[in-house]
């Protein structure tokens, strides 16, 4: 009797660790290309590192350095300036159409796949597609020459000035409809209740939505924002396939950045370096925002 | 030693103290049932018979054999849990037979003990559906056949019945009771239904913030409540509890109440003990059917006790009619027979059925033992 | 008050809801058109869009560029067409696919069911993992890649998008596993299940759902990744995002536009078809990790 309670003793410590078990390997790959990695790349940012690392310690000789970098400055301001577009611009439209497609729309089932396909491409084909369509010589601009519209001039994809909006317009392309999807989601959560009250109190539709639907519709203005800066600072694809940086380096950002630092000027310091700042931005923003979620999870 | 026994056992989650040093010890073929209102620990005990939660410290043990520390399949127990937790996936039959494949029972068995678990819970037509095309009655029955068909040495129920309309819940307790009396199994029972305490139990233990308060049989636990919380929880409307002073006429003790006009009201104690509380607070505990109209008043008693009182609310409820009033500076109820004709502000003749009251320590709330 | 109107507590006029169908047509041309005015210039010969309209139809149809897109278009330096890395990406994608979302199956399991000390910080840990910038980790994986004597290869790719999508899965199947009843759990384990049994016989039957998810959303992640392939691929498993940016932006001799278009639409296609034939779970995905509720 003795020996059977010791048989299930172990059965039962064997089922305590064998969750353990296999939650690890994946806990160790997390552990070591993750943080590990983070914390290999913080090093390095400190270091001389050129071609190949280096683990001569010099301090935060790169950041200063950086920081002195007019490229450095110019993707900083980019990003500023593609980021905050973007996520406005993606948010509004987000919201129109979400707000739009929910009044009872004959076609919804339609609609919201043609708003949501761009989000399935790679950046890379998006880039593909409007590099050319915004091709002064061949894309709109052309058939407008060519349907009566002479004057009619698009060139900002071949602006030092302006091309960097042309990535904000691409990037708004393939995201919106995502944001309208989460906008929309929301939308269908709100109780329908709710409205019928707040009209029965006498509130136009502008009113009804401004005081009432748009304070709810809260949660999902934290998480598009959460989302779309996330993928603002990590953009890379669609600027390489757009405009490759150019002309010149209009539109470089931190991330085409690190990578023409690291990769093909060897100064994997200061490559290394400028990621820091990207994951500090991302930090920034993500912790808090994740730290709310899993507490209210709870 | 019992079938089934818990000594000093406790819990601790993280700092807080949630069941402290439960001692019960159980018969076998008995029918426990642990009730006590929401959070007091009962799940948690029970989860700890089935092997669900760890033991802090103390020893279950079935049959002797302690059990702390072994895998929940390996203490043949069979639990049924309030959701029933069927698996959505498995048809009613597989449902049933997934303990007895997962212990390694033939097919041929494991078909044989279906048949007959079925037949006895009138569920054979039900084998081959899925729990989501189920009724909650049906589901129900699935569940305690896929405990039932184990043969464990324990029936573990937590609310098995709560999720059930009240129709059903009364039907599915009568069977619940006829089951038992059948198989005659261990079962034991959580809930926090005092009526299905009542009318299942062989014995109850009322549970309060991890306490046991009274382990007794129903009627113990309902003619002698160890304290006012059990006096107050087990029975529906509550125990009437009513400040009093004792007073000792020629050594009779009485109860001195005072009534809605402030006057002061002799009840006569059928406790001769209580004499030595002379003029000494107490608490009465008197059960509303234990106060009537005088014509409906228990002609077994040795001890009815006539009072005159203002009424305030009457509530017919078909069967009866619950009156209130104040008596000792609190709302009492009575229940009347449903034909008694008064009314609201009306100064009636009440009958107290002295035999059924009790008299608690104020300080401490426990029942002064007579 | 039109039919159309009934339910919904918001009630709008005939010329808002002429304006509401006037904007959402528009829009629906703005996220159309590109896509469209790429398939109408694929099956053109070049010369009818250097000279013409890229709206009009083809005069002459062709599928010449698909071909040679396909199959003999310059990659780089050799005129292989983007048929090989379309194979790379095939043998990239579906081993890193199936992998990380029977890991995140496994994880979500563990992180709901069988909760531990310390379980909501490893999550946490696990979830900021989906959002950092992957220029973070470059360095350091390039020379690990070295190291294991996997660099430039599929497998090396493979590992590389299953310890950087395995946050997302986790999170995909916690959030579901986190709404199935625990006590069914407990029912399994009384019955004498262990912890994989559970999770194959009561568990893994009644994820089709989140898995659907999960695949869906590793599936266009890594098809569409260009980063990592970009950075730790040689030619030999140079995944088609790569591929598609080298033939399109190399600078030597013509632009062949159409057979740039064929290419992306090639490039795009195992997306857009899980897309379309899965598109309703992939949203409900992207939902499950953002919005909550
Ligand atoms: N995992 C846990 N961690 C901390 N405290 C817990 C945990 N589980 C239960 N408790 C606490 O233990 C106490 C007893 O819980 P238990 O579930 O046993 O109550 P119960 O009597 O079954 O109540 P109910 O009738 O609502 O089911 C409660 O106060 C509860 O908050
Ligand atoms: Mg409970």
Known sequence: ?298 | MGFLDIRDVTKFYGQTEVLHRINISIEEDEFLVLVGPSGCGKSTLLNMIAGLESITSGEVSIRGRVINGVHPSQRNIAMVFQSYALYPNMTVGKNITFGLEMHGVSRHEREEALLDVAKLLQIDHLLDRKPGQLSGGQRQRVAMGRALVRKPDVFLFDEPLSNLDAKLRVDMRTEIKKLHEKLKTTIVYVTHDQIEAMTLSTRIAVLEQGHIQQLGTPQEIYNTPANVFVGRFMGSPAMNVIPARVAVQEGVPFACVTDSGDGEQLLRFSQANLAGWDGREILLGIRPEAITDPEGADRGSTNVVSLRNRIGVTEPAGSDTFVTMTLGGIDVTARMRADVNVCRGDTVDLAFNMDKAVAFDPETEKRIES | MGSAAQDTAVHTGRVARTFIYLVLLLFALFYLLPFLVMLINSVKPLSEITSGNMLALPAVWTIEPWLSAWSTAQIGVEPTGLKPYFVNSLLMVVPAVAISTILGALNGYVLTKWRFRGDGILFGLMLFSCFIPFQIVLIPMARTLGILGMAGSTPGLVLVHVVYGLGFTTLFFRNYYAAFPTELVRAAMIDGAGFFKIFWRIMLPVSGPIMVVSIIWQFTNIWNDFLFGASFADLDSMPMTVALNNLVNSSTGVKEYNVHFAGAIIAALPTLVVYVVAGRYFVRGLMAGSVKG
């Not at chain 1, 160790?28 to 690392?53: D, H, N, Q, R, W």
């Not at chain 1, 790169?62 to 920081?67: A, E, F, I, K, T």
């Not at chain 1, 406005?88 to 919804?108: S, Y």
């Not at chain 1, 993500?286 to 999870?297: F, G, H, I, K, T």
């Open chain 1, 1 to 298: 009797m003795a020996d059977v309670a010791r048989a299930a003793d172990f059965r039962t410590r064997l089922q305590q660790w064998i969750p353990k078990l296999v939650l690890s390997p994946s806990l160790a790959a997390i552990l070591f290309f993750v943080y590990g990695f983070i914390f290999f790349t913080v090093y390095l940012s400190f270091t001389g590192s050129k071609m190949l690392p280096r683990y001569d310690w010099i301090g935060i000789e790169n950041y200063v350095r950086l920081w002195g970098l007019s490229h450095w400055w110019t993707a900083i301001t980019n990003l500023g300036i593609f980021a905050s577009l973007y996520i406005i611009f993606c948010t509004l439209i987000g919201l129109a159409l979400a707000i739009f497609l929910d009044q009872k729309i004959r076609g919804e089932g339609m609609l919201r796949p043609i708003y949501l396909y761009p989000m399935a491409l790679s950046f890379i084909v998006t880039g593909t597609a409007w590099k050319w369509f915004l091709d002064p010589g061949i894309g709109l601009e052309q058939t407008m020459h060519l349907w009566g519209w002479e004057s009619f001039e698009f060139g900002w994809i071949k602006d030092r000035d302006m091309a960097i909006y042309t990535v904000v317009i691409a990037a708004v392309w393939q995201t919106s409809g995502f944001v309208m999807a989460m906008f929309l989601a929301g939308l269908r959560g709100i109780d329908n209740e709710l409205l019928k009250a707040a009209q029965i109190d006498g509130a136009s539709n502008w009113n009804l939505y401004r005081r009432i639907v748009i304070p709810l519709l809260r949660p999902a203005f934290l998480s598009a924002f959460v989302i779309l800066a996330h993928l603002a600072v990590k953009s890379y694809d669609l600027v390489i396939a757009l405009t490759g940086g150019g002309p010149g380096r209009a539109t470089e950002l931190p991330a085409t950045f690190m990578y023409s630092y690291t990769f093909t000027r060897n100064s994997m310091g200061i490559g290394a370096s400028s990621a820091v700042i990207m994951l500090m931005t991302i930090a920034a923003i993500m912790v808090p925002y994740l730290y709310s979620e899993l507490r209210e999870r709870k």
